[in-house]
């Protein structure tokens, strides 16, 4: 284990739990759908006012977001030819085991926070109350691609090709968690909140998949080899 990055990974997620309570707490007042409350209501709503609602944005968002299942479903599929070919789940790689649990961990949250409601999207969808805190789409994109570009620089040589693909990694990312927030089907601590979440998964990621380094090793050029 990489004890810095783990430690990273633990100081985020305390941050995350101290910036959920003041969400709950901090400036609470009822300017969601149907008068539901909302932390930081003043912040909140002057960023939601200031963006408005952009439904073509949104669902750019929303059929981006879909990529997080293709990611998913690529290196998940990497892990099972791995245990058909070796016959052990002890021999399969340590950072795609870790990532499995990542991956879990990822969509426990996602559950948890669907169920342990904190608050409300600016707007209905099909004119029902949907969870808001913390924005999904964030959670599951930024940690997808943060840990995608990690097997990237561990598992690719240097190449345009590698290169190309972290770009999309976070132009993918930055456009869906943009795109959240200027769609108007979130509140800024929604996003604030996802990217903690994320990011400190992230870490505790690298923290037990490359054990060497807080980052993976880089693999090597063909002039290096």
Same mark, same amino acid.
């Given at each position: 284990m990489n004890k810095r990055s783990i430690s990273t990974g633990v100081i985020l997620l305390l941050l995350f739990a101290v910036f959920t309570f003041s969400v709950v707490n901090v400036d609470v007042k009822p300017i969601g759908?149907?008068?539901?409350? !909302?932390g930081f209501a003043? !912040?909140?709503e002057a960023v939601n006012k200031a963006f408005g609602a952009h439904e073509t944005v949104y669902k750019l968002?929303?059929?981006l977001g879909l990529m997080t299942w293709g990611v998913v479903a690529f290196?998940?599929?990497?892990?099972?030819s791995q245990l058909v070919k070796r016959k052990s789940l002890l021999k399969v790689d340590?950072? =795609? =085991?870790?990532l499995g649990c990542g991956y879990a961990a990822m969509l426990a949250c996602y559950v948890l926070f669907e169920k342990l409601i904190i608050n409300y999207r600016p707007a209905t969808a099909g004119g029902e109350l949907e969870a808001s805190y913390p924005s999904s789409h964030t959670l599951m994109l930024v940690f997808v691609m943060a840990t995608a570009i990690m097997q990237l620089l561990h598992r690719m040589k240097r190449s345009t090709l590698r290169t190309a693909l972290i770009a999309a990694c976070i132009a993918v990312a930055t456009v869906v968690t943009l795109g959240r927030l200027i769609g108007g089907v979130h509140w800024l601590t929604d996003i604030v909140g996802g990217l903690l979440l994320a990011t400190a998964l992230a870490a505790l990621y690298a923290g037990f998949a490359f054990p060497a380094a807080a980052t993976p090793q880089e693999a090597p050029t063909e002039d290096d080899a």
């Open positions: 759908c149907d008068g539901t409350d !909302v003043t !912040v909140n968002s929303k059929y290196f998940g599929l990497l892990g099972l340590r950072d =795609i =085991i870790a």
